[in-house]
């Protein structure tokens, strides 16, 4: 079997399969039995038939319900399928059928009616199966150094080859294995934190739903600032802020000044006011979170 995509068009390939009705002069053809599709996609159901010379055909059509002792009802007055189906047929000997914005609700057995002036017969239920792409990510969150395996899913084979496409924030993953339909996070970073999405080749307009990667670590990359900058008088007020990187955020700011045993205050930010000299000397701070804690370099403050 081959299998071509030119867009979200579907078309499926085989070596035909007859479907000889026991009648001689009869016969309905369909060049694959199952077919697996994506949703949103369209695809077409081939088929071609023959009856006995000396009939005349009254009626063909598509259906996939028949009722005991009911006739079937053409797909086509079928609510809900009113321009979602189309008989490409020339009501002579091509049957093909044409689904188009594929829905889930589309998998069901297809079956080809034809009705002539002599009998009536139907074909062998033609198996349509119609998928969309999941993105399953295990885990969804994960510490610095930890491994992550995203595996792009369909509920049908849709060929031996099949190849897909990976993103992260939107764009091209260039060093995924398109051929696999798993790709594997081995020791994250903070920098793998983000959306990701997969798709089928040649379908990238019908990709799967998102899902987030959170990454987390403990604080870093802790600095202190002062405000005012510059000199600092004696008698006037100063604010210390320390900020850090962290993931969950910093729950926890401590404030030390060196060569002192106890901190000094608690909070992102710490302010001295009435500043005398014995302020003066070496100040950093502390930032933690629930992985681990990091420790600003010190800020040396001088008061004139």
Not at 67 to 85: A, K, N, Q, R, T
Not at 258 to 280: C, F, H, L, M, R
């Amino acid at each position: 079997m081959t299998l071509r995509t030119t867009g979200s068009v579907l078309v499926v390939f085989l070596w035909s399969v007859a479907v000889v009705l026991g009648k001689d002069g009869w016969s309905v053809t369909y060049t694959t039995l199952s077919i697996c599709a994506l949703k949103g996609s369209t695809v077409n159901i081939s088929c071609s038939y023959t009856y006995p010379s000396n009939h005349e055909i009254k009626t063909a059509f598509w259906f996939t319900k028949w009722e005991s002792g009911m006739d079937p009802e053409d797909l086509s007055s079928v609510p809900g399928y009113e321009g979602h189906i189309e008989y490409l047929g020339d009501k002579k000997s091509d049957c093909t059928l044409r689904i188009t914005n594929l829905r889930l609700s589309d998998s069901a057995g297809y079956r080809f009616r034809l009705i002539t002036s002599g009998d009536k017969i139907a074909g062998s239920p033609v198996s349509l199966t119609v998928t969309d792409v999941v993105l399953e990510m295990n885990p969804t969150s994960v510490s610095e150094g930890e491994g992550v395996t995203l595996t792009c899913r369909t509920k049908c084979t849709l060929d031996p080859i099949t190849a897909y496409s990976w993103y992260k924030n939107g764009q091209p993953i260039t060093n995924s294995n398109t051929y696999s339909p798993v790709y594997s996070l081995f020791s994250v970073s903070s920098e793998d934190t983000g959306r990701y999405f997969c798709a089928v080749k040649g379908h990238e307009d019908l990709p799967s739903a998102e899902e987030t990667l959170t990454v987390t670590y403990g604080s870093r990359n802790t600095s202190v600032s002062v405000s005012p900058s510059g000199v600092i008088v004696e008698g006037s007020s100063v604010t210390l802020t320390c900020s850090s990187d962290a993931n969950p955020p910093v729950d926890k700011y401590t404030w030390y000044k060196k060569n002192v045993a106890s901190p000094k205050a608690s909070g992102q930010s710490y302010s001295i006011t009435n500043i005398i000299s014995e302020d003066s000397g070496e100040y950093y701070c502390e930032a933690e979170n629930k992985i681990a804690s990091h420790n600003s370099t010190a800020l040396m403050i001088i008061v004139a």
